[in-house]
């Protein structure tokens, strides 16, 4: 097994379930002794990067290393001896003790149909000591607390004398205290024993405390990669989390913290407003989300039948113009959709790709504009143009000439759109 600086290394890796790509053409080294945050909403791709390492998702393309070896030439018993997992909690269906527990983490040490050595107990000692749970050893692991059951398993993980340790939302149950004291155990084992850490965790704060370099995923992709104070700003975060926030650093210590605003929409409501949405492809899922949950009174179209917008505008009683699956936009459904836009207060264009079947959906915007309503058109119309001569990018900037909007991410859009003061809503 070769070694170099490097503890882990991905090259143009995609992988995911079935064949369906989760994470795409992803380059990412973590050098031997970091400590990392690996950071991002739901379903951004941080689980399947670290199932990656752990060897339970292959590739579909791309090359995974450990510190230096291709991942696919590890035996279990390698990757055991290398890599350790801290998760989010773990059960047992027998009473075993802490120190039976903190022993498995020695299994891929023990020779096969061998008890442990003296040297195996040493090792387990070492790590129930290291972090605090040597004078509960004789308890049953199901009877501890949840603080006490972490700090069991940093050491079945410390047991296995791993030179990297996967953290996976390692601390999202814990409560405030148990949480900042896993976390000073494994800064310990990061900076006296070098062991390199990755952390996946939902608590941006902490990540931005203990971790001196920060990964941020998105969709499959790591959007941002530098310390705290480089990734975490305001306005990445915004575009990753839909949502509004501010980031505030303290000069004295240098920590940043991020504080999310207190409403999806902050100090407004949409209630009573009517706002039209042109979208599609599931470009349009999010925004009709939140749309609703501001209160506002949201309509449709032009959509087909079948696509994944429609089935979610369905499943929140949004009216929708139609349009058969696959077809143009026909003049029928293109009348319901303008009875619609004429109702409606605003008009918001998502980032929908634009082709010679539904460039029509753009009239809607030029009828909303004649009759002196708002029209928010999200920005790179152009990336999306798939329309002869690009019309729909020649429509867009006559548009925009003629007073509508471009927008960039949800949250601020929210804060464009007419609303209504907290005292109207009461």
């Not at 399947?48 to 991942?71: E, K, M, Y």
């Not at 009573?272 to 609703?292: K, N, P, Q, S, T």
């Not at 026909?330 to 409606?344: I, V």
Request: proline share 4%; net charge negative.
């Amino acid at each position: 097994m070769t070694t170099n600086n490097n503890a882990m290394e991905f090259q143009k890796v995609s992988a995911g379930y079935h064949g369906v790509p989760i994470i795409e053409g992803l380059d990412l080294t973590v050098r031997a002794g970091e400590m990392v945050g690996l950071l991002g909403p739901n379903g951004a791709g941080k689980t399947t990067l670290l199932r990656c390492v752990t060897g339970l998702c292959a590739p579909l393309v791309g090359a995974v290393r450990l510190f230096g070896t291709d991942s696919d030439k590890l035996s279990a018993a390698d990757r055991a001896r290398l890599v350790a997992v801290v998760p989010q909690e773990v059960e047992t269906p027998v009473a075993f003790t802490v120190q039976e527990i903190v022993m498995i983490g020695r299994t891929a040490s023990l020779s096969r149909w061998h008890r442990p050595t003296k040297q195996d107990f040493s090792v387990v000692e070492r790590a129930m000591v290291y972090t605090d749970v040597v004078d509960m050893k004789n308890r049953p692991f199901t009877e501890l607390s949840g603080g006490e059951k972490q700090r069991a398993i940093v050491a079945m993980a410390l047991a296995q004398e791993p030179r990297l340790i996967l953290m996976d939302e390692a601390t999202s149950h814990l409560d405030m205290n148990h949480r900042l004291e896993v976390m000073q155990i494994v800064e310990r084992l990061n900076r006296e024993q070098g062991v390199t850490v990755l952390m996946i965790s939902h608590d941006l704060n902490l990540a931005a405390e203990f971790c001196p370099r920060i990964l941020l995923m998105d969709h499959g992709r790591v959007v941002a990669d530098g310390s705290p104070v480089a990734t975490l700003n305001e306005e990445t975060l915004r575009r990753v989390y839909h949502c509004d926030v501010v980031v505030q650093h303290d000069a004295a210590s240098g920590l940043v913290s991020v504080v999310p605003a207190r409403r999806l929409a902050q100090g407004c409501s949409g209630r009573g407003i009517r706002v039209h949405v042109v979208a599609g492809g599931g470009c349009g899922e999010e925004l009709m989300r939140r749309l609703c949950l501001c209160e506002y009174t949201v309509t449709c179209g032009v959509f087909n039948q079948g696509d994944s917008d429609t089935e979610v505008a369905d499943a929140l009683g949004i009216e929708v113009a139609l349009e058969k699956p696959f077809s143009p936009i026909g003049q029928s459904s293109l009348d319901l959709a303008m009875e619609m836009a004429k109702k409606a207060d605003a008009m918001v264009v998502c980032g929908v790709p634009f082709g010679p079947g539904n460039l029509v959906n753009l009239s809607l915007a030029e009828q909303a504009l004649a009759a002196k309503k708002r029209v928010f058109i999200m920005a790179g119309i152009a990336d999306r143009d798939y329309t002869p001569g690009h019309e729909a990018s020649a429509r867009a900037k006559k548009l925009e000439s003629l007073g509508a909007v471009t927008w960039h991410n949800i949250t601020d859009l929210l804060k464009l759109l007419p609303a209504n003061s907290p005292s109207q809503t009461r």
